[in-house]
């Protein structure tokens, strides 16, 4: 047992038998008199006894005392009534000699929550306070003074965070919140002032001494670039501190961080529908295609929070999906049954017996070809892979009666000019199509450039920047929208749970990035000045590639807003009998040749092009089915 569990209880019955005593000196103005003593001391094995029962049967000495919080000093109360209900009640049966006055319960009542409040605040004091600076003054502890930090915001999240920090950090010392509302200026929180986010960053740090600015995880993007360069002026550290539910979560520790380019990046934080999108996931058999991929595995890690029945991890790479077992391993599953598929979309056979074993309810198809210059090298294996492997998933999901089919899509399918954003209009087209005829809900998703996925910008820079430069820009104009994974895929969520089948939900993407300035960034937060440390070098436009990329075809620039952040086109009917017939002809031009393949695949992504334009009347069918 350990030693606190042995040395609280005594302590408290000490406590609780100096209450009762006070109680009856209060009650007759410290002047008891003799009879009553006789009373007291009838009844104090009674009272002590009552108490310590409670407490074991609400088990308050377990309670942490260093971590105590308005909540454990409800509990104190709850249980010093409960004891003193019980007391009032046994008086019934006490012989009228020594029955127990209601005022010395009621007196003793409050005293004790009181002292219980006061031992636990008192306590908690030490462990944060006292025994800190102690410890240090007598060398226990390293000698390193504690950095002083500003906290920037005021709120729930930023306060949860202090006293984090006080709990089990001795590295920072708070000495201050910056409110970037104003609201909560002149305040204090613990012993830190709160300063308006109005008032120069400089004079904040000067008045207090501050070293380091630490900025919740959760910060925009667009705020953190502002605060880096004032930090930068007044050669104040700045550093990322996770956020609450982060740490809850468990996917992050509490601990400081330098700030990251998606830092720079990062928008206001989504209100997501939680009750839907579990509603629609829970208890379900899902799978999901590209399990080891970018999206894909961030699909599974969300997605396996939301408890499922069963989740299908379906990759044709043997490293990545080894790489998501090894980290499922090592999670709280929840009871969901996990399992992992090496497979080839591409491999109908395999695909039905794989669907027919697992029986998925929910189908999420991440898995693609996505790499621009690539695919213009290899359009055969970008049509087999990207066309063909998607209708014969489409096929089996719809064959096997899957509840819900999301494919997710890229800005790259808008008006496309390389064959990956090609494949991926003709994966779309195929969805659209075959929802017309299907009790399956099919449904796409499209966004631009997610931050960090594998061969992206992001990693190619920063490999680049860690060479020694330099670093290699296309274009000095060309723009992209950007996204943290974790958001599109929390965004893919929710769409898969609100969206109508045939449609296309289209992510808001925000306000496009210049690829120069992310450049700069990076070598920024790399400690490295541009051009002096590291130059930029323009290589030109590669084959395929747009100076920038579109979300919305004519016929959806009117797309309905059905979220905050995601859009519902309800784009032009598509014909399955001109489709099919576009199957047909790119089956056979992949067989013949690769400029073959390459050659037909444009000619149809124009012909697809001109009817979401309206130019085309090649379009006429039956209306799309709306969802059930």
């Given amino acids: 047992m350990p030693f ?8 408290y019955i000490i406590l609780y038998g100096f209450t009762y005593l006070l109680a009856y000196s209060l009650r007759f103005d410290f002047e008891v008199p003799s009879e009553v003593w006789g009373r007291f001391l009838a009844t104090f094995p009674l009272v002590i006894a009552t108490k310590s029962l409670v407490n074991l049967l609400t088990r308050q000495w377990r309670r942490k005392h260093r971590y105590t919080s308005l909540v454990d000093v409800i509990y104190v109360t709850g249980d010093a009534f409960f004891a003193a209900t019980l007391l009032l009640a046994i008086n019934a049966f006490l012989p009228s000699g020594i029955v127990i006055p209601r005022s010395i319960v009621l007196i003793d009542l409050m005293l004790t929550v009181l002292a219980i409040a006061g031992l636990r605040s008192m306590i908690r004091s030490y462990c944060e306070v006292i025994h800190p600076k102690l410890h240090r003054r007598l ?9 002083r930090a500003l906290i920037y915001g005021a709120d729930a999240s930023a306060v949860a965070i202090f006293r984090a920090l006080k709990s089990g950090n001795e590295e920072y010392r708070i000495c201050g919140f910056i409110d970037p509302d ?10 830190a002032e709160v300063f308006s986010g109005q008032i120069d960053l400089a004079k904040i740090a000067k008045k207090v001494r501050a070293e380091m600015l630490l900025i919740p995880a959760s910060t925009p993007g667009r705020i953190v670039r502002e605060l880096l360069v004032q930090c930068d002026d007044q050669h104040l550290l700045a550093h990322v501190i996770p956020g609450v539910d982060e740490i809850v979560n468990g996917r992050i520790r509490l601990a400081t961080r330098e700030v990251t380019i998606s830092d720079l990046l990062r928008r206001e934080p989504t209100k997501l529908d939680f009750e839907s999108m579990r509603s629609y996931i829970s208890r379900r058999r899902v799978l999901v295609t590209g399990a080891a991929g970018s999206i894909g595995s961030e699909l599974c890690r969300q997605i396996l929070a939301l408890n499922p029945e069963s989740l299908i991890l379906l990759d044709q790479s043997e490293p990545g999906i080894f790489a998501m077992e090894q980290e499922f391993q090592t999670r709280t599953t929840g009871g969901t049954r996990l399992v992992y598929e090496i497979a080839d979309m591409r491999d109908q056979p395999t695909l039905e017996q794989i669907f027919d074993t697992y029986k998925p309810q929910l189908v999420f198809h991440a898995a693609a070809y996505k790499h621009v210059p690539l695919m213009e090298a290899n359009p055969q294996e970008a049509i087999r892979n990207n066309i063909f ?11 096997f009666g899957v509840d819900r089919f999301v494919l997710i899509s890229t800005d790259k399918a808008v008006r496309p000019t390389n064959i990956m954003g090609s494949t991926k209009l003709f994966a779309e087209k195929y969805l659209q199509a075959t929802a017309q005829k299907s009790k399956t809900e099919f449904m796409t998703v499209r966004f631009g450039n997610v931050l960090n996925s594998a061969g992206s910008v992001v990693p190619t820079f920063r490999r680049q920047i860690l060479e020694g430069g330099p670093i290699t820009v296309t274009h000095p104009e060309m723009v992209r929208f950007f996204m943290t994974i974790p958001e599109a895929v929390q965004l893919v969520l929710q769409a898969g749970a609100i969206g109508q089948t045939g449609g296309v939900m289209i992510l808001d993407m925000g306000d496009p990035v210049k690829i120069l300035d992310l450049a700069r960034d990076m070598i920024y937060l ?7 440390d590291i130059d930029i070098v323009f290589t030109g436009l590669r ?3 747009k100076l920038y990329e579109e979300l919305f075809y004519e016929s959806e620039v009117s797309a309905e807003k059905i979220h905050e952040k995601i859009f519902m086109a309800h784009r032009a009917p598509i014909s399955p009998r001109l489709v099919k017939e576009a199957l047909a002809r790119l089956q056979s031009a992949v ?4 400029e073959a393949a390459a050659a037909t695949l444009r000619e149809i992504t124009a012909e697809f092009v001109a009817i979401d334009e309206g130019t085309s009347s090649e379009h006429i069918s039956q209306p799309t089915r709306k969802a059930a």
């Fill in 389 to 399: 492997g998607t209708k014969a998933l489409v096929d089996a999901a719809d064959q």
């Fill in 182 to 191: 104003g609201f909560s200026q002149s305040s204090i929180i613990g012993e």
């Fill in 591 to 594: 067989e013949l040749s690769r």
């Fill in 139 to 147: 060398g226990g502890m390293s000698q390193l003074t504690p950095r």
């Fill in 543 to 545: 084959p395929g590639e």
């Fill in 526 to 532: 790399s400690g490295l000045k541009y051009p002096d």
């Fill in 4 to 11: 606190r569990q042995l040395i609280i209880p005594p302590i």
